[in-house]
């Protein structure tokens, strides 16, 4: 029997799904390639995948139920998945707006200590956050241009665009809420510097807790 060491949690982004994000073509093979398979083989971990309908028919829509009602949902699932194992340690892998869902449902997995531990315990497992084109702030102090432009590269809508600034605002105070919790966190950030064209070249930021 395989020991499990610890759990590893895709969450994707704006217009992606829970499969094909995570899917790439074969170098060599010409096979294609698909990570969560990949890591489960060879390392002792749990691979988790969560997703969720990302159609966006209003910016409210986009922001409020995206980063709020999927958030809940996404601890929600993980509780049940994880009852058995509740402590064992929590590593996130998400794709754009998929960072911002993560640390939206590890604000509220650390607000549900009175009300269920077994949610609570999300936020006191989770020791590792990857970041796939999120680049955190710290603080998170332009919140309104990243969510702009994450929804832009996801072909939202002009009109959508143009309420989000409006959401934003009411999204960032909310998500200040995350800062005090990454001082547990090792976040690893990885995004395409500006102006780069190829896939192969990217930047990585890395923040630890002391």
């Keep these: 029997m395989k020991l499990i060491f610890f759990s590893i949690c895709f969450v994707h982004g704006l217009s992606g799904d829970w499969k094909s994000t995570w899917l790439f073509p074969g170098s060599e093979s010409g096979k294609e390639f698909w990570w969560p398979e990949y890591i489960q083989k060879r390392t002792n971990s749990r691979v988790l995948l969560y997703g969720y309908h990302t159609i966006a028919p209003t910016a409210e829509y986009l922001a409020r139920r995206t980063l709020y009602h999927h958030a809940q949902s996404l601890v929600d699932s993980l509780a049940k998945e994880r009852a058995e194992h509740p402590r064992r340690p929590l590593i996130f892998v998400a794709h754009s707006l998929g960072g911002l869902l993560v640390m939206s449902a590890l604000i509220l997995s650390s607000q549900a200590r009175e009300k269920d531990s077994q ?92």
């Excluded at 609570?120 to 084109?133: C, D, K, R």
């Excluded at 995350?178 to 070249?201: C, K, M, W, Y």
């Design 119 to 210: 949610v609570w315990n999300i936020s006191l497992a989770t020791t590792g956050m990857v970041f796939l084109g999120t680049p955190p702030t710290r603080p998170i102090s332009s919140f309104s241009s990243l969510l702009k432009k994450i929804a832009e590269n996801s072909g939202v809508k002009r009109k959508i665009l143009k309420g989000l600034e409006r959401e934003s605002e009411i999204l960032q105070s909310y998500l200040d809420a995350f800062e005090p919790l990454r001082n547990d966190i090792t976040i690893n950030s990885f995004f395409e510097p500006q102006g780069t064209t190829s896939a192969h070249v990217v930047s990585c930021s890395s923040t630890q807790s002391d």
